[in-house]
């Protein structure tokens, strides 16, 4: 059973325009969330991420949002760039419980995010 | 580049083959990883070394043994592998330990059984 989830596996949008990626997780345990960005032949890299203390964190152009009450977690581009044209994967940990780190990232299976020029 | 490499960038093996997989970080980090990404399915968590000890095994056939000399290299020694191995296999690592982990990862090792 998957806990975080992606359900979308593919998004395009306008240059210019906001790009929205979802993430849905089950585990009421989670409590840190991250989102990777992947261009192909490349490992995963670390793009933002948010603790379950706040609803909302920015850095520039992209900007996390988490509702814990639904379980859910977005990822606002804006505005989108054709450079922005990579795979994006949210990940979840139960990072506070152990308060010593709990190492063990859950990933979802990725959204393709095309930006059109 | 984020400050985690790995050799080699592509691996083709026969079944019957031995074969290794290297990881290094130059982040000072305690803690190391390896993952499985298969086409389609989400990253799978393999082995977790924090300070040089196997904390996590994500019941892993054996066929895949890890190994982490010092905190800075971290290896995958592969015998006897099938097909169905075939994947991209990814290191990262992290400063474990604080209250927000975040894990940096190489590019990985695209690997092929024959």
């Known amino acids: 059973d998957q806990q975080v989830k992606q359900n979308s596996p593919s998004l395009s949008v306008q240059e210019g325009r906001i790009s929205i990626l979802n993430c849905d997780y089950t585990?009421?345990?989670?409590?840190?969330f991250l989102w990777y960005k992947k261009y192909p032949a490349e490992g995963p890299t670390f793009l933002i991420s948010i603790s379950s203390i706040k609803d909302k964190n920015e850095d520039g152009r992209f900007t996390v949002f988490l509702n814990k009450s639904a379980k859910h977690l977005s990822l606002h581009i804006v505005p989108s760039q054709p450079g922005d044209s990579a795979v994006y994967f949210c990940a979840a940990s139960a990072n506070l419980v152990s308060g010593a780190g709990s190492y063990q990232l859950t990933f979802g299976k990725g959204t393709k995010l095309s930006v059109i020029p | 580049e984020t400050g985690v490499t790995q050799t080699p960038r592509h691996l083709v093996m026969g079944m019957t083959n031995k074969k290794s997989l290297k990881c290094e970080q130059h982040?000072?980090?305690?803690?190391m990883y390896w993952y499985k990404q298969s086409a389609k399915k989400p990253l799978e968590l393999m082995f977790v070394y924090n300070f040089k000890e196997q904390t996590e095994n994500n019941s892993v056939p054996s066929r895949f043994s890890p190994e982490c000399p010092n905190s800075s290299h971290l290896f995958l020694h592969l015998h006897t592998l099938q097909p169905e191995d075939s994947a991209l296999y990814l290191c990262?690592?992290?400063?474990?330990?604080?209250?927000?982990?975040?894990?940096?990862f190489g590019p990985g090792t695209r690997l092929t059984v024959l």
């Open positions: 982040l000072g980090h305690n803690a």
């Open positions: 585990n009421s345990m989670f409590d840190y």
């Open positions: 990262a690592s992290s400063q474990a330990g604080l209250a927000l982990d975040t894990q940096y």
